[in-house]
C-alpha cells in the first residue's frame, strides 16, 4: 500500500494516515510506504508485489471514500503530485516486466491549507476508509492462502 500526500497540508496527509493504520495491523505479506508524492522509484516496489492500494486525499465529492480498480496508462502530465498511479504502473511493467492487480482508494477531505494534523471530518472518512481496506485486504489475503 501507498499512502501519498502532504501531511503538512492538513486532509492531504489522508493517504499517510491510511498507510500508517494497515501498518499497524501488522499483516504478514502485507508492506506500506508513506510518500509525499509518487515517483518513479515506486515502479520498482511495487513490480515485487501482487496487488497495489494507491490512496490518496480527495478535494471533491460527496461520498467518505471511493474505491475502483485502476490500470497501467503512460500519461505523463501536471497534476498536484509527480506521477499517476496509472503512470506508476505504467514505468513497472515496461521497465520491470510485472503490473500488479491495483486499486486507487480516495479520501475526502476539506481542509488544505497549510497546517498539520487532520480535520475532524476527514478523521472520520480515514476510519471508513480503513475499515474498507480492512475488510478487502483480508479478503485477498484468505483468498491467497
Known amino acids: 500500500m501507498i499512502g501519498h500526500g ?3 497540508r ?3 496527509g489522508l493517504g499517510p494516515a491510511a498507510a500508517a493504520e494497515i501498518e499497524k495491523i501488522g499483516w504478514p505479506n502485507v508492506t506500506t510506504s508513506n510518500n509525499y508524492q509518487l515517483g518513479i522509484d515506486d515502479a520498482a516496489q511495487i513490480a515485487t508485489h501482487d496487488v497495489v492500494w494507491f490512496v490518496d486525499a480527495a478535494r471533491e465529492g460527496d461520498v ?6 485502476i490500470s497501467a496508462a503512460l500519461d505523463i502530465t501536471f497534476t498536484g503530485h509527480l506521477l499517476k498511479p496509472e ?3 505504467a ?3 515496461q521497465q520491470f516486466g510485472r503490473c500488479p492487480e491495483a486499486h486507487l482508494v480516495s ?3 476539506y481542509e ?4 498539520e494534523g487532520l480535520s475532524d471530518r476527514a ?3 480515514l476510519a471508513l476508509a480503513v475499515t474498507l481496506m480492512r475488510r478487502r485486504i483480508a479478503y485477498l489475503l484468505k483468498v491467497s492462502r
Open 6 to 8: 502532504n501531511r503538512r
Open 10 to 12: 492538513r486532509d492531504d
Open 64 to 69: 467518505p471514500c471511493t474505491l475502483r480498480r
Open 87 to 89: 503512470t506508476v504502473l
Open 91 to 93: 514505468i513497472a511493467d
Open 107 to 109: 479520501i475526502r477531505g
Open 112 to 115: 488544505f491549507d497549510l497546517r
Open 123 to 125: 478523521r472520520s472518512n
